[in-house]
């Protein structure tokens, strides 16, 4: 088989790529993906109960970038959706991030009202104050909130998430943890938040569906990549997998995802339930409240972290873990993929060890086509 591209990964990275060289360019694509769906992790399904899924953990688009908004809207119709968290804290259920409407979940009205007004007058009414921030603020009052903040929403998740603590993760995630001086109760404030009206598998199937594009299911790439004759490739796997891990393993962490069916219409208000402190798990989410579903029965994601094991294939990466040790290792990476001199091109949330959501994933693919388009 000839073809001018072979792709490496049917999620967002690579379909976007493919379908833009396949549109625009009107070169022949070969998208390689060693599952037996596409999708990558956005990939959805309906179980055995009718209801659609998500396989990989809940996934909910939002963006502020209209460019990524209008190209995906050529290959799908949206449902509005926004996204609403609560966190179980001290026997309550307190909306995350942390905002005005938090306060009053959790203390005595009058008390609220008094942080309520110091927060205000401190910050300024629709900021985001970094929790690290508060917590050195003069007033006593504030201190406080921003140390009860962090030890009973913040830490114990984090514990959970990464088995570290939030001094050993990079202040870039520590530092971001925001509390919201506003009543908007949504969990991202991007302007554009809905989701796929057909669901993300349905959204790839157009976008993989040019006739200039080819796709090879249950096929790790190493696989096939001496029978076919191809111009140049644009790997979205893991970077370290790719040079044999010459520089060590990258580390990541992993998750297990147990899916729960329940013989009723709602199992809780909102999409997602957070719990810092209690259980093994860190969260839970309805798919029904996400995808606008009616049906009499619903079904629960309850995610569980775990430590990624690379020889293992039952674990998935998922999260580059953010440490500096780990950064400058995949910067060995990107120096031996650079030797390659664009033979080879690098794209993704695995092949840049770099925490990407569906739009930034998305942005990232259509600034490499336009790279790849003019020379
Ligand atoms: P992705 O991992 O999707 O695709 C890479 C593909 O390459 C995979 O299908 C893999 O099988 C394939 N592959 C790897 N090696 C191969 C080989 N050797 N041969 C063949 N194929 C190979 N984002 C967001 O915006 N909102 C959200 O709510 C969420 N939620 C969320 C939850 C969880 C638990 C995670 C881990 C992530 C999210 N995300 C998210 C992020 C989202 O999943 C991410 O942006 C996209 O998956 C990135 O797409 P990529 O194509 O880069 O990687």
Redesign the pocket.
């Known amino acids: 088989m000839k073809v001018d591209w072979l792709i490496?990964?049917?999620?967002?990275?690579?379909?976007?790529l493919a379908e833009r060289i396949a549109s625009q360019l009107d070169q022949k694509v070969l998208v390689?993906?060693?599952?037996n769906?596409?999708?990558?992790?956005?990939?959805d399904y309906y179980n055995e109960h009718g209801v659609l899924v998500?396989k990989?953990?809940?996934?909910?688009?939002?963006?502020n970038s209209k460019k990524v908004r209008d190209y995906l809207s050529q290959f799908t119709e949206w449902r509005p959706y926004y996204?609403r968290v609560l966190a179980s804290v001290e026997g309550k259920l307190v909306p995350v991030p942390f905002n005005l409407n938090s306060l009053y979940a959790l203390f005595p009205p009058k008390y609220a009202e008094r942080l309520e007004e110091k927060l205000i007058c401190t910050y300024g009414f629709g900021v985001k104050v970094p929790i690290l921030k508060m917590k050195e603020a003069k007033d006593e009052e504030l201190r406080f909130l921003a140390d009860y903040i962090y030890k009973n929403i913040f830490y114990g998740y984090t514990i959970k998430q990464w088995e570290l603590t939030p001094e050993e993760l990079d202040p870039s995630v520590t530092g971001r943890v925001p509390v919201y001086i506003s009543r908007d109760d949504r969990y991202f404030q991007d302007t554009y938040q809905a989701m796929p009206k057909q669901g993300y598998t349905a959204m790839f199937g157009r976008i993989l569906s040019h006739k200039n594009i080819k796709v090879l299911l249950n096929?790790?790439?190493?696989e096939i990549v001496r029978e076919i004759r191809f111009n140049r490739m644009i790997?979205?796997?893991?970077i370290d997998?790719?040079f044999d891990y010459m520089h060590g393993s990258l580390p990541y962490r992993s998750?297990r995802?147990e899916f729960l069916t329940f013989d009723r219409e709602w199992q809780q208000e909102v999409g997602t339930l957070n719990y810092p402190n209690e259980y093994d798990f860190t969260r839970t989410t309805e798919l029904k409240h996400l995808t606008g579903q009616r049906l009499p029965w619903t079904t629960l994601i309850v995610?569980y972290p775990q430590a990624y094991q690379p020889e293992n294939i039952n674990f998935?990466p998922?999260?580059p873990i953010p440490r500096e040790e780990n950064r400058l290792r995949y910067s060995l990476y990107e120096k031996e993929a650079a030797k390659l001199g664009g033979s080879v091109l690098f794209?993704?949330?695995?092949?840049?060890y770099k925490?990407?959501?569906?739009?930034?994933?998305v942005a990232?693919?259509l600034k490499l086509f336009e790279e790849i388009a003019h020379g």
Do not use: W
């Not at 490496?8 to 976007?16: E, I, P, R």
């Open positions: 490496v990964g049917a999620g967002f990275t690579g379909a976007v390689v993906e060693k599952r769906h596409i999708g990558g992790n956005a990939y998500h990989y953990g809940p996934h909910i688009f939002h963006t996204h096929t790790d790439y190493r790997y979205t796997g893991p997998v790719y998750l995802f995610e998935e998922y999260y794209a993704g949330r695995l092949a840049d925490y990407y959501n569906m739009d930034q994933a990232r693919a």
